[in-house]
T-cell receptor
């Protein structure tokens, strides 16, 4: 069984388009995250939700909007895509009282 | 000083070698530390946690030096399958279950 899943795995789109990435975890965790890993492999946190409540909102352009319909799902919508948005986006989840984050397989976004 | 700093490498070592990576952190109040492993084009996965002076798990040993604010990861008897990027991770001092990831050290083990 996949613990943290993301769709799509690959996404190629043109500048200016709007796209969404979906994440689901079946671990029963309360906290979920979105990370961006750029071409230099630096993994940076973008957002975190705890039980559908936004708790971390890093300095991210407001073109990026997370949404958590329930604690098992965290989606990321990106408006007006730019070339610099090209990266791998990882979803992760965390159990209460733990620091071990479980990552999804990543979504490789390429903006042309 | 960056919150978490690592030598990006790559470290190219032959099978069977012993290799060590260091990671420095800026927050002297940090109590716990982690090493994550990331294979090429895959997601990061927890390798080891370090809560006190150190931790050992088979061929892997993580050590903590609080005075100098660095943690190290030692891999003995390197295997081809150890080739990956090793990420040093420190919890954010402000809480919120936020982790600060280092940029990673790349290890390539060759025959």
């Amino acid at each position: 069984d996949t613990a943290v899943s993301q769709t799509p795995k690959y996404l190629v789109t043109q500048m200016g388009n709007d796209k969404s990435i979906k994440c689901e975890q079946n671990l029963g965790h309360d906290t979920m995250y979105w990370y961006k890993q750029d071409s230099k492999k630096f993994l940076k946190i973008m957002f975190s939700y705890n039980n559908k409540e936004l708790i971390i909102n890093e300095t991210v352009p407001n073109r990026f909007s997370p949404k958590s319909p329930d604690k098992a799902h965290l989606n990321l919508h990106i408006n007006s895509l730019e070339l610099g948005d090209s990266a791998v986006y990882f979803c992760a989840s965390l159990a209460e009282g733990s620091y071990e984050q479980y990552f999804g397989p990543g979504t490789r976004l390429t903006v042309t | 000083r960056k919150e978490v700093e690592q030598d990006p490498g790559p470290f190219n070592v032959p099978e069977g070698a012993t290799v060590a990576f260091n990671c420095t952190y800026s927050n002297s109040a940090s109590q716990s530390f982690f090493w994550y492993r990331q294979d090429c084009r895959k997601e990061p996965k927890l390798l080891m946690s370090v809560y006190s002076s150190g931790n050992e798990d088979g061929r892997f040993t993580a050590q903590l030096n609080r005075a100098s604010q660095y943690i190290s990861l030692l891999i003995r008897d390197s295997k081809l399958s150890d080739s990956a990027t090793y990420l040093c991770v420190v919890p954010f001092s402000g809480g919120y279950n936020k982790l600060i990831f280092g940029a990673g050290t790349r290890l390539a083990v060759h025959p």
